[in-house]
């Protein structure tokens, strides 16, 4: 059975090797699916894949369940002090963002770029948006009527469109890059986060290249 799957995983990467690969892969987590990953074995295995096939941007996003924002800041800080010793042995490009965090860190080196979001949900990025530019309104450095899209993006903590979106072990939308993930391939897989192998993200990538993208068209 392994020498199979061993063989499948090599026809695999020769194909997805044939064509271009995702330039940035957004992947959404639970709460739940983090604290159950022990160590994070999975998590920096997922990391080392996209290394691999040569992916250059790579986001993944944790749902907190906001039941106590005490609560929730404490599970964020422990999981960041956690999580960035073991990711940074992947890719020096590592920024673990917060509720807390106004910007994000820019990296001079042109590794692969890992970004961990905890509980920086689109709704918020989109209300803390629309909350600075009322306030730039109020100083009479934005005048309402200059209001567009542009404006909307350049107050967004995450600028990048992703080009594939992955919700492992999920059939529901994920709250997260709302404005940038509008134009986004989505991939639903049925198969549960600790369960997830390098062939099922294989899978996702070689789906990615076989899909015709309309951005809305």
Same mark, same amino acid.
């Given at each position: ?38 160590? $994070? =074995? ?19 996003? @944790? ?11 404490? @599970? ?13 042995? @992947? ?28 509980? $920086? ?15 730039? =309104? ?44 509008? $134009? ?34």
């Amino acid at each position: 059975m392994g020498f199979i799957t061993g063989l499948y995983e090599w026809r695999l990467k020769t194909k997805i090797r044939q064509k271009d690969v995702p330039g940035h892969i957004v992947l959404a987590l639970s709460e739940s699916d983090l604290l159950a990953d022990t160590d $994070y =074995v999975k998590l920096n295995s997922f990391a080392s894949w996209c290394k691999e096939m040569g992916i250059k941007k790579v986001t993944v996003h @944790i749902s907190i369940i906001e039941v106590d924002a005490f609560i929730s800041n404490n @599970i964020c800080s422990k999981l960041s002090s956690e999580m960035l010793p073991v990711l940074i042995k @992947i890719t020096p490009n590592v920024n673990v963002i917060t509720r807390g965090d106004k910007e994000m860190i820019k990296h001079e080196t042109e590794e692969m770029v890992l970004d961990i979001s905890l509980g $920086y949900s689109g709704k918020f990025e989109l209300t803390k948006a629309m909350k600075e530019i009322m306030q730039q =309104v109020k100083k009479g450095n934005i005048d309402p009527e200059d209001i567009d899209e542009n404006v909307i993006e350049s107050h967004l903590l995450f600028k990048s469109e992703p080009d594939i979106v992955i919700r492992a072990g999920g059939k529901r939308l994920t709250d997260f890059l709302i404005w940038q993930s509008v $134009y986004s391939e989505l991939y639903f897989t049925d198969v549960n986060w600790l369960d997830f192998r390098k062939v099922d993200f294989l899978r996702v990538i070689r789906d990615f290249q076989k899909r015709q993208r309309r951005f809305g068209k």
